[in-house]
Nanobody
Framework: QVQLVESGGGLVQPGGSLRLSCAASGFTLDYYAIGWFRQAPGKEREGVACISSNDGSTYYADSIISGDNAKNTVYLQLNSLKPEDPAVYYC????????????????WGQGTQVTVSS
């Protein structure tokens, strides 16, 4: 059973940093593109970054994405967070390749909330 579980979200002060994790099970990262998306209240889901064996790292917003195949986990480093950055962050897996289009992903995690406030 394919499953993606995000963690690492929480409350951070403006200018702070967070590292989000996406733990995959039921499949191997080598054969999928893993994308991070965010969705703020009342807004559409938008791509943040993606990583795959074919595409390397692709960025749609300021962040750092990395993967650990041994742990079957992908990370998203968020730095210099701003008050307008709060959102639910999701990771997703695509059998094809990296894309900023949510509809091109096959599996999704449940999301982790990032809140930026002093």
């Amino acid at each position: 059973q394919v499953q993606l579980v995000e963690s690492g979200g929480g409350l951070v002060q403006p200018g702070g940093s967070l590292r989000l994790s996406c733990a995959a099970s039921g499949f191997t990262l080598d054969y999928y593109a893993i994308g991070w998306f965010r969705q703020a209240p009342g807004k559409e889901r938008e791509g943040v970054a993606c990583i795959s064996s074919n595409d390397g790292s692709t960025y749609y917003a300021d962040s750092i994405i990395s993967g650990d195949n041994a742990k079957n986990t992908v990370y998203l480093q968020l730095n210099s967070l701003k008050p307008e950055d709060p959102a639910v962050y999701y990771c997703a897996a695509s059998r094809v390749r990296c894309s900023a289009t949510p509809e091109r992903y096959d599996y999704w995690g449940q999301g982790t909330q990032v809140t930026v406030s002093s």
